[in-house]
């Protein structure tokens, strides 16, 4: 068997990062501008600021672990009292474009306009600089890298093509950030975000704790690192919350488990893996 344990801190098996893409509106503004006119559409968003993240912040909190929200600049612009709450409590604020458009390869004028209009909102009204970047809906374009490190990116947590963290190599041959990957069977959204446009089944607790189960049950086995991905309108809803506070302590039965924001997991992979 071909061994891709990772060298996690304290002897730890697997790494696992709880993350929650912080969209509000954004997410629905960006799909459709004219859904600026629909409030029963938007208020799906301002759910997610008004009452999921303060409940996910209480479950995070109670459960004594830390998260990473990805946040887009409009988001911390709209809901900076919210923002703020995630800083307070000790969890990591990460970047997540300006507006949630996704990226078009064709217009990379676009593509750095929601990569720096976004870090200026996040400096701007919470003073974060952060060390991390996950694109919009995982849409990338072959800007992306060269941005990051042009911002002095730490870490990336947008492409699926691994498990374990790996660091990108640039074309001359220098080191690039860290890339933290993730898939969209650890994602909430292909199971339980609806809309009258993109109808799809909503899914129970039970079949959504069974895929996420059994992703962490060979992610362990393996030793690599469990990036679970959340949306607060999605996973904030009252039975999603139950089922994000049953996941984290099914997972802490597990001996060796270390649960780490995105910095914490880079910056440790960094240390045990990176060469030269």
Known sequence: MIDMRVAWPNGARVAVMLTFDFDAETLWLSRDPANAKRPGTLSQGTYGAKVAVPKILETLGEAGVKGTFFVPGWTAEHHTNRVEMILREGHEVAHHSYSHRWVDPDFPDQEIEEMEKGLEALKRTVGVVPKGYRSPAGETSELLIKLLQKHNFLYDSSLMD???????????????????????????????????KSPRPIFTNSHIKEVWQDEFREIYRWGGLFDLV?????????????????????????????????TEVAEAWARAHDKG
């Open 230 to 262: 959340m949306h607060p309108q999605v996973s904030g809803r009252p039975s999603r919350i139950a089922l994000l506070r049953e996941m984290i302590a099914w997972i802490q039965t597990f001996p060796g488990v270390w649960f780490a924001t995105g």
């Open 162 to 196: 691994d498990i374990n963290p790996y660091r990108h190599i640039l074309p001359d041959g220098s080191k690039g950030p860290i890339e933290l990957p993730w898939h969209w069977s650890l994602d909430d959204a292909p199971f339980a975000l609806f809309s009258i």
